[in-house]
């Protein structure tokens, strides 16, 4: 069983930036890949990020490409989201998750944190 727990949401106003933070506690978190999604009021949740369980590939939706920055810290079971250049659209509820890399859905899931960006 792995916990999730993410922070750092929170308003912001359009070309911010803010750095969400994901704690994981349990079991073998550094053997999981850790991926970021969003979901938007009324919209179906959606890839944001992923990132292989040794940091050594990474992989983002075109939405995202350029402006986020996945990362982790196995040393100190956390996975990372640093988003710039922040749009009205990525105004989402964002979850972390923990699982297999390439897998249609992940095996544990965060709580989520609520990003908002004003325009």
């Known amino acids: 069983q792995v916990q999730l727990v993410e922070s750092g949401g929170g308003l912001v106003q359009a070309g911010g930036s803010l750095t969400l933070s994901c704690a994981a506690s349990g079991r073998s978190f550094s053997s999981y890949a850790m991926g970021w999604f969003r979901q938007a009021p009324g919209k179906e949740r959606e890839f944001v990020a992923r990132?292989?369980?040794?940091?050594?590939?990474?992989n983002y939706a075109d939405s995202v490409q350029g402006r986020f920055t996945i990362s982790r810290d196995n040393a100190k079971n956390t996975v990372y989201l640093q988003m710039n250049s922040l749009k009205p659209e990525d105004t989402a509820v964002y979850y972390c998750a923990a699982g297999s890399l390439w897998a249609a859905n992940y095996d544990y899931w965060g709580q989520g944190t609520q990003v908002t960006v004003s325009s």
């Open positions: 990132i292989r369980w040794s940091a050594t590939f990474t």
